[in-house]
């Protein structure tokens, strides 16, 4: 199925798997320091709040990551999505920043 699509998807779906593994490792960093920090006292408590901390911390940078990405990647180089770049800066990076606060605020949420 790979080999049927064109060069430029071939290209966005490895930056794109790239962008979602790096995003792993990041969200399992800050999910073993989170747990570290928030650990109690002694290794047993230590072992359990990072057995919880890793894996959240990991499924929210990919869901997190991987939304915005595909939106960056994906979605809007479409021509579609042209009318983006009519307006002026300040538009597209309010507009950017709404969409991806709403997104990491669902994650959060989550």
């Keep these: 199925m790979i080999a049927t699509l064109s060069a430029v998807t071939r290209e ?20 073993a320091v989170y747990g570290g ?6 290794a047993r ?3 359990v ?7 959240i911390g990991v499924v929210s940078a990919l869901l997190t990551a991987s939304w915005i ?13 042209r009318w983006l770049d009519a307006l002026p800066f300040a538009a597209v990076f ?13 994650v959060l949420a989550g």
């Design 12 to 31: 966005r779906l490895r930056r794109f798997m790239r962008i979602v593994r790096l995003a792993a490792v990041i969200g399992a960093g800050v999910g």
């Design 37 to 42: 920090a928030t650990a109690g006292p002694g």
């Design 45 to 47: 408590s230590l072992l």
């Design 49 to 55: 709040s990072l057995l919880i901390s890793i894996p």
């Design 69 to 81: 990405a595909g939106i960056e990647i994906f979605l809007l180089p479409r021509a579609s999505m």
């Design 94 to 106: 309010i507009l950017k920043t709404l969409v991806y606060g709403a997104i990491a605020g669902a």
